[in-house]
């Protein structure tokens, strides 16, 4: 139990589908993110949600939508994915940072996503 | 900009034979570099912070170290449940908010 749970643990797609991916954090965290995990590739931040706002992030397409409702729920709502979008979806929470310090961020079990 | 590199990739050692990973980074004001577990299927697992040169840390087989250029994580004696990608990554604060830049992890396989 990791304190960061993930839903659905697998999912399969097609490319005109639309499907949301669920986290809940049991961590009383006040920040919380999506993590892209790619063969190969290092993490990858795609959104952050800190004290309830929203953090931009440009380099992430259009076809990938956030939504974080509160504290302790995140969505990521996926829309016409291409087959180079089938990969690990990572959730993590964490406590928001200070000026002087960060803190560590938990991780989910995450969700592997295939785009046929 | 942020960046982290491990080595090696991949390492495989005998159970019992000691070694050490690598992971060399760059960033605009540390605020801490960390260390995760991550196992096939599963998502990385903590296992050290480290906020400045000079710093250890320990858990059971593992030590971790930091320099002002780099940081090792040191396996004693290590067995084969010790097998999984270690990751690394160096925290950066950007609009009010954090985040983890990650290397990309170095493979360690412990044969019985």
């Known amino acids: 139990e990791t304190g960061v749970t993930q839903t659905p643990r697998h999912l399969v797609m097609g490319m005109t589908n639309k499907k949301s991916l669920k986290c809940e954090q049991h961590?009383?965290?006040?920040?919380m993110y999506w993590y892209k995990q790619s063969a190969k590739k290092p993490l990858e931040l795609m959104f952050v949600?800190?004290?309830?706002?929203?953090?931009e992030n440009n380099s992430v397409p259009s076809r990938f939508s956030p939504e974080c409702p509160n504290s302790s729920h995140l969505f990521l709502h996926l829309h016409t994915l291409q087959p180079e979008d089938s990969a690990l979806y990572l959730c993590?929470?964490?406590?928001?940072?200070?000026?002087?310090?960060?803190?560590?961020?938990?991780f989910g079990e995450g969700s592997w996503l295939t785009v046929v | 900009e942020d960046q982290v590199t491990q080595s090696p990739e991949a390492l495989r050692l005998q159970e019992g034979e000691s070694s050490s990973l690598n992971c060399s980074y760059t960033?605009?004001?540390?605020?801490?570099l960390f260390w995760y577990r991550q196992d096939p299927g599963k998502g990385p697992e903590f296992l050290f912070t480290l906020y400045s040169a000079g710093e250890e840390k320990e858990k059971e087989r593992l030590k971790a170290t930091l320099t002002k250029k780099e940081s090792f994580l040191h396996i004693t004696a290590p067995k084969p449940e010790d097998s999984a990608t270690y990751l690394c990554?160096?925290?950066?604060?950007?609009?009010?908010?954090?985040?983890?830049?990650f290397g990309q992890g170095t493979r360690l396989t412990i044969n019985p």
């Open positions: 993590a929470s964490s406590q928001a940072p200070t000026p002087d310090s960060g803190n560590t961020i938990y």
């Open positions: 949600y800190s004290l309830e706002e929203r953090v």
């Open positions: 961590l009383g965290h006040n920040a």
């Open positions: 960033v605009s004001g540390l605020r801490g």
């Open positions: 990554a160096v925290q950066a604060v950007f609009q009010g908010a954090q985040k983890l830049v």
